[in-house]
């Protein structure tokens, strides 16, 4: 090609380009960059910032609710994501097996992903409600494991554990639609050879399965990471008493003393972790 | 090694019967090929054998135990698949011990076993590589080496060369007739190029349909075939077949009267009760009769118009008609010929074949081996 049309094509390029990187600058990068700003400044409700260096990273660094909520976002990590990557690997293995209406139980799976935050909460505020929720009637009144009807949504670290089992309810489908789809790309025959070889259900389970979903299993449990470290809607409207690091930020910035340049800190530190894993997703799981 | 016993094996899919009570024994030591077109049992049997699928009706015989109800690895097999089926995330080292290790074997057992494979299919210097980095030539050693490091009483191949390129076919199947040889394998192959049936079998079975046509020598598979299906399956160009009235002690057929009497193995009295019969003669018997020396048992086909000749280098392919039906004649490169010229093909009358025209079966024993 000539330079002439190298450099039409790299014009037309750029053209093409403009918009998306507008948006983004506008809606992504300039944010961000504000965002940084702030963290440096006491930010008055009338709009004045004072400028006040490290000071509110130091005093985030020396607050306890900010530890508290730094363990609990690593407990609501650790069981979510486990959770949902290994109900989801077991409901695709089950799914990948033939059997009657096979096609209408891989859809109804998938409903909890698709039904909308809010009228779900609803429900699984009901199921634990201390009166009149199914939870306490079946722990107290049929199975009698417990004398008293508990406030599980209540006591924030019950609380903790029914937004975990929330958010593996929800969100395990779509672990399961990337496994389920990786699952049926596996070729029979390798099955057929395991079993030659001698493996058994387990072993072909073990040499088979788990190497060839090794990638999906890894993109799945990142991104979930990723995706849970800044879930906010599910666990603030379920039970917002738990203060996992978005909470923690949202309560800094819009209630009580409002601390907008201590948010804008916190975010700034989970900004990083986050540019971390997804450096780590990028350089090493989609090159496996 | 062991041998290898089908009795009355049937195999169905729901009411769909795909194999029909198939019978075959094959030797200790014995290298045995089932062919057949798409569809004709051929895979499936071979995957009863293995324990891959269910035996829907009949008895699998490995050595002295019937294997109906064992899993596969408790059979002793082998088997090479036609997508060479290694494990991605493993070595070729790895890939080739896998089963070795599984079976119990000693490490100095392992080692020695591997040593062994690497160095007759040259694998040494992949090792260490996965399979994805292979190409499919050595892939498919692969895939045999880890068949052979296995003691194994029998032998499967699953198509093993049909996704290799044909100069790779034509050297992978020399390779699998010497170690087959070497190790005095029993050994069943599936495959639908006669090619590789025809050259790597001690016995080769011809199935369509889910029955055995015919299970013979190839030299009897090619100049006994016991049916036109056979005939035409095995052998390229296929045979040509025309049909022809008996008359007087002769086959007339475009104009051209053979006498029966001068067919191997037929005299006139044989096709007392025919009408019509089917002349079989396959275009490799065949020759241009400017060289032969007129015999006794030559016949010659005078006046025929060549529609297309096709060079090949030593081989040419001659298309032309028998009234209506069209022939091939297989000649080599002795003869100079062009399209639209008329010449004379003489043919071996102990080769010429005759088949039932309602049946397809050979008639009488015709043909000589």
């Known amino acids: 090609m000539s330079s002439v049309l190298i450099k039409n094509e790299a014009r037309l390029g750029l053209k093409l380009v403009a918009p998306a990187v507008g948006i983004i600058g506008l809606l992504v990068i300039y944010p961000i960059l504000f965002n940084v700003y702030l963290s440096f400044f006491d930010v008055q409700l009338n709009g004045t910032k004072i400028f006040v260096g490290f000071d509110n990273y130091s005093e985030l660094l020396g607050n306890p609710r900010y530890y508290n909520s730094i363990g609990i976002s690593v407990v609501y990590l650790l069981g979510t994501v486990t959770g949902t990557t290994v109900l989801g690997l077991a409901a695709a293995i089950l799914m990948n097996q033939e059997f009657h209406f096979r096609n209408l139980a891989r859809g109804l799976i998938l409903l909890p992903y698709f039904a909308p935050v809010i009228s779900v909460v609803f429900g699984w505020q009901f199921i634990f409600d201390p009166v009149n929720g199914i939870y306490n009637h079946v722990m107290v009144d049929v199975l009698h494991l417990s004398d008293t009807r508990e406030n599980m949504i209540g006591d924030p670290d019950s609380a903790l554990f029914v937004v975990i089992l929330f958010d593996i309810w929800k969100h395990f489908p779509i672990a399961y639609l990337l496994l389920l789809a990786k699952l049926q790309s596996v070729p029979k025959d390798l099955y057929e050879a395991a079993a030659i070889d001698g493996q058994n259900a387990w072993g072909r389970f073990w040499h088979v399965t788990l190497p060839e979903l090794k990638f999906v299993i890894a993109t799945v449990v990142l991104l979930r990471i990723i995706w849970n470290l800044n879930r906010f809607e599910d666990v603030f409207l379920l039970a917002p008493n738990v203060e996992t690091l978005p909470i923690f930020t949202y309560y800094q910035a819009f209630s009580g003393v409002v601390d907008q340049g201590g948010a804008a800190a916190i975010s700034v530190i989970q900004l990083l972790v986050l540019v971390g894993l997804i450096w780590l997703y990028v350089r090493k799981v989609l090159k496996w | ?369």
């Open chain 2, 1 to 369: 090694m062991s041998s290898v016993i089908l009795r009355n094996v049937c195999k169905s899919y729901g009411n769909l019967p795909i194999v029909k009570s198939l019978n075959l024994e094959v030797k200790d030591g014995e290298f045995v090929v089932l062919v057949g077109p798409s569809g004709c049992g051929k895979s499936t049997t071979l995957r009863m054998v293995a324990g891959l699928e269910d035996i829907t009706q009949g008895d699998v015989h490995i050595g002295d135990q019937v294997v109906n109800d064992l899993p596969p690895h408790k059979r002793n097999i082998a088997m090479v698949f036609q997508n060479y089926a290694l494990y991605p995330h493993m070595s070729v080292r790895e890939n080739i011990v896998f089963g070795l290790k599984k079976s119990g074997a000693d490490a100095t057992t392992i080692a020695s076993k591997l040593a062994d494979v690497s160095e007759m299919l040259k694998l040494n210097e992949y090792l260490d590589r996965k399979p994805a980095d292979l190409s499919g030539g050595q892939r498919q050693r692969v895939a045999m080496g880890r068949a052979l490091a296995r003691d194994a009483d029998v032998y499967l191949f699953d198509e093993p060369l049909s996704n290799l390129d044909a100069k790779l076919r034509h050297h992978m199947r020399t390779e699998i007739a010497r170690i087959q040889h070497q190790y005095n394998m029993t050994a069943i192959y599936v495959t639908h190029d006669q090619v590789e049936a025809m050259t790597l079998g001690d016995r080769v079975v011809v199935m369509r349909d889910g029955i055995v046509e015919q299970v013979g020598t190839p030299m009897e598979i090619y100049l006994q075939p016991s049916s036109t299906f056979v005939a035409t399956f095995i052998g390229s160009p296929a045979m040509n077949l025309i049909e022809a009235q008996v008359e007087d002690g002769e086959l007339v057929f475009s104009g051209y009267r053979i006498p029966i009497s001068k067919i191997a193995n037929t005299s006139e009295a044989d096709l007392q009760v025919y009408r019509k019969v089917l002349v079989g003669i396959r275009p490799d018997f065949f020759e241009d009769s400017q060289l032969t020396s007129p015999s006794d048992h030559l016949f010659e086909f005078g006046s025929v118009k060549v529609d297309l000749v096709e060079n090949l280098g030593f081989d040419k392919e001659i298309t032309f008609k028998f009234g209506q039906e069209e022939a091939k004649a297989r000649l080599d490169l002795r003869s100079h010929i062009v399209r639209e010229q008329v010449i004379s093909l003489s043919v071996d009358l102990n080769r010429v074949l005759l088949f039932d025209t309602s049946s397809q079966g050979m008639l009488l024993n015709a043909g000589s081996l």
